[in-house]
């Protein structure tokens, strides 16, 4: 995989951020199966993934993850929360460099369509 596309997907910043929010490798107790990849490959692929719309199975093999394994773990992230547990700590970031903006973040309810047509 090129290294710009994968820092452009996944920053060092990001991946600090991510990587100790990973739920841990676990081995087979019977043995076998197969090593574990390289969690930055597998999360920069599954990022690739969720950001270009491409489908698991065109998954391009310069990322060196299978798209099955990808779609697996993606899974897996998806049950243990990960996504949830990796927006809050980007918050807390922005919020203790003082670049979160909740001005910005609130939803304006009054673009909700009128079911009785209101005032003209």
């Given at each position: 995989m090129g290294v710009d596309l994968s820092q452009r997907?996944?920053?060092?910043?990001l991946w600090e951020l991510v990587a100790p929010l990973l739920p841990s490798f676990n081995s087979r107790p019977q043995g076998g199966g197969t090593a574990p990849y390289d969690e930055r490959?597998?999360?920069t692929a599954v990022v690739y993934v969720l950001t270009s719309g491409c489908a698991w199975r065109h998954l391009p093999e310069t990322f060196g993850v299978?798209?099955?394994t990808g779609h697996r773990r993606f899974t897996a992230w998806t049950w243990a929360g990960l996504w949830r547990r990796i927006h809050?700590?980007?918050?807390?970031?922005l919020g203790t460099r003082g670049e979160l903006d909740?001005?910005?973040a609130i939803v304006d309810a009054a673009s909700v369509r009128a079911k009785k047509g209101g005032a003209r």
């Open positions: 997907l996944v920053p060092d910043g490959a597998v999360f299978s798209p099955a809050r700590a980007v918050l807390d970031e909740g001005a910005s």
